[in-house]
């Protein structure tokens, strides 16, 4: 693909560590998709047991959520977040700080494997007390987020110094995408900490005896919900910046992609209540306010679609299309040198369909029918697995190619892989939208409980995804390894003052977490619920046990 004007000789030190971080979570993304895979073969009633291979089937949720959700994500965004870094703001970068940020994510992630994988942690993603985990769980969750705050804070000395150097001008577009994503990341995950630091791990090692549920989902959810969005602005970075130059024009507006990743920043925190509607130990008042601004939060993203939609049509009608509707045909779908397109463009496809129900989700009533049943998974397998899964496979597709200077092996294979994964989402989602419409509860193993004798489509496309990578990853080098990212143009290059610094949003966001937050926490502390032992399986005692006299 050669759609870059401007190549950059990156240390050797910085391109080892990209590529470490994009290749450890794609190693253990094998793992988190097989128990995708698993989790399908137990809903559909195949596997007719509470466990299989040795591994239970919650287990496997818990893998399959932190892998996939939580450590695949955190890694990506961190290696994109130098290779954004150090390609727009031409600064080294200080590589001590940056081993020991990967460090602590490394251990963090391993000490919390360990924890799963020997049973020791089966909480699923969200951990919810009294769920109770080993403390290596909590200790390897915290050291995974210190680790990537600290990757952070070394980008801002060559911000600053690129700020000194260029005043007046804009900072890049990405740049600004890039920090959006991780001022988000410390939003959502200061809350988590506390839960965390505060409440879980002192009970987990025994020190307290009981846990304040309602307050440690609270917390858990000011933190969920924000996580979404730093998963999806590095998508909305490469939807931005990058698309539009594979599709073959520019960017239609410089300002909408300012104020979206701006507007994410003031809204993607206050509303994580909307998690929470079912919850009796929260007013119905909170609950609505929540629910308003999360309609506020969606609001970038219908700007995204008109945005991305218009740099579409510019794109194509540079190709020659023609007509109110033929210029469809002129984009790139199926070209093997622009294959990155297909990655972005089959996740932006998924995504209408996602944020529709999101919609759905966040009307506090519809809630009520959808919340805890299949159609959640559904739901977030139309966004997580969707726009941001695809944008971050392809991209790690793409630095392993160009930092490596390794040509795409399997490009038939390649270009067509996003297609193929999209008919498997849509068709596995759309049963869990059917079956949850229609009551059939999320995280439950149909397989031992009410067999469904209906199976969902198996996620071959993965396996495709897999073959391409590792085949180039392993190939041999064609050139000298750079990097080099795509940069589209801007059609409309507009100067509005107000998305030109993140201060005045920081000041708003704080604002809104603190109307949003401070009465519901108080609420829930001085309610005086009773704390929770942790859960056990005699607890409640099982019928059949011998009555305590
Ligand atoms: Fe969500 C639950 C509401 C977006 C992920 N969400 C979840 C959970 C996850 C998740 C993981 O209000 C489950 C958590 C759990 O385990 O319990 N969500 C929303 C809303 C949005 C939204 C309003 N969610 C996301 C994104 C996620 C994500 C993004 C991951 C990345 N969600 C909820 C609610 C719940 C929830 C409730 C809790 C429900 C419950 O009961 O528990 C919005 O941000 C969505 C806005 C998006 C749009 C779509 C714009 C479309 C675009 C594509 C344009 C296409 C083009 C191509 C140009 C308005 C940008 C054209 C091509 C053609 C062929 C035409």
Redesign the pocket.
């Known amino acids: 693909m050669d759609l870059t004007e401007r190549r950059i000789d990156i240390e050797p030190g910085l391109r080892r560590m990209i590529l470490i971080e994009i290749i450890f979570p794609m190693v253990l993304l094998i793992l988190g998709i097989y128990h995708g895979l698993m989790q399908v073969l137990y809903r559909a009633g195949m596997i007719r047991s509470s466990q299989f291979l040795g591994l239970s089937y919650f287990q496997g949720l818990t893998l399959h959520?932190v892998v996939n959700?939580i450590v695949f994500t955190t890694f990506f965004a961190v290696a994109f977040g130098y290779a954004i870094v150090r390609y727009y703001l031409g600064r080294p970068l200080n590589m001590k700080v940056a081993w020991l940020a990967f460090t602590l994510m490394m251990v963090g992630t391993l000490l919390a494997a360990v924890a799963i994988l020997s049973g020791k942690a089966t909480v699923?993603?969200?951990f919810y007390p009294p769920l109770r985990a080993h403390p290596a769980f909590y200790i390897g969750v915290v050291l995974l987020v210190v680790g990537s705050w600290i990757a952070f804070f070394n980008w801002l000395p060559p911000y600053f110094a690129w700020k000194r150097e260029h005043s007046g001008e804009k900072v890049p577009l990405a740049v600004v995408g890039i920090f959006a994503t991780f001022i988000i990341w410390l939003i959502a995950t200061t809350p988590v900490a506390i839960e965390v630091i505060f409440l879980l791990i002192p009970w987990s090692m025994g020190w307290v005896a009981t846990v304040n549920v309602p307050l440690a989902r609270m917390l858990f959810w000011f933190f969920?919900?924000p996580?979404?969005?730093f998963?999806?602005v590095p998508?909305y970075v490469m939807?931005y910046t990058m698309l539009p130059k594979l599709a073959g024009g520019k960017l239609f507006s410089d300002f909408a992609g300012r104020l979206t990743f701006l507007w994410l920043v003031l809204y993607s925190a206050p509303?994580g209540i909307?998690?929470?509607?079912?919850e009796p130990g929260i007013s119905s008042t909170w609950k609505f306010v929540h629910?308003f601004f999360?309609?506020l939060?969606?609001v970038?993203?219908?700007l995204?679609?008109?945005t991305?939609?218009a740099s579409?049509e510019h794109g194509a009608r540079e190709r020659g299309g023609r007509g109110l509707l033929g210029w469809?045909t002129k984009l790139p779908y199926i070209d093997k040198d622009r294959w990155l397109f297909s990655y972005l463009?089959a996740g932006?496809?998924i995504?209408?369909f996602?944020?529709?129900?999101?919609?759905i989700?966040?009307?506090y009533n519809l809630?009520t029918v959808?919340?805890?049943t299949s159609?959640?998974?559904a739901?977030?397998h139309q966004?997580?697995a969707?726009?941001?899964f695809l944008s971050y496979i392809g991209m790690s597709l793409f630095l392993v190619a160009e930092l490596t200077g390794k040509q795409i092996r399997f490009r038939t294979l390649n270009v067509w892989m996003p297609y193929i994964w999209t008919l498997g989402i849509m068709i596995f989602s759309t049963g869990l939208f059917i079956g949850g419409a229609g009551g059939e509860p999320?995280r439950t193993n149909m397989g031992v409980s009410y067999a469904d004798p209906q199976s969902h489509l198996y996620h071959a496309a993965a396996l495709m995804f897999f073959i391409v990578f590792f085949a180039t990853l392993f190939s041999k080098r064609a050139k000298q390894g750079d990097l080099e990212l795509i940069v589209s143009e801007t059609y409309h290059d507009e100067r509005v003052p107000a998305v030109q610094t993140f201060t005045p949003w920081l000041a708003g966001a704080a604002l809104l977490l603190v109307i949003a937050y401070a009465p519901p926490i108080a609420q829930t502390i001085r309610s005086n619920f009773p704390g929770a032992p942790p859960y056990s399986q005699d607890n409640p005692r099982p019928i059949s046990s011998a009555p305590n006299r």
């Not at 909307?274 to 079912?278: A, G, K, L, N």
């Not at 996602?354 to 919609?359: Q, R």
Request: hydrophobic share 50%; proline share 5%.
């Open positions: 959520g959700a699923l993603y969200t969920g919900h996580l979404v969005y998963w999806l998508a939807y509303v909307h998690h929470q509607f079912t629910a999360t309609m939060v969606a970038p993203s219908f995204t679609a008109f991305i939609g579409l469809w463009f932006l496809v995504f209408i996602g944020g529709a129900t999101g919609v989700n966040a009307s809630d959808v919340h805890n159609w959640l998974p739901h977030f966004t997580v969707g726009p941001v999320r």
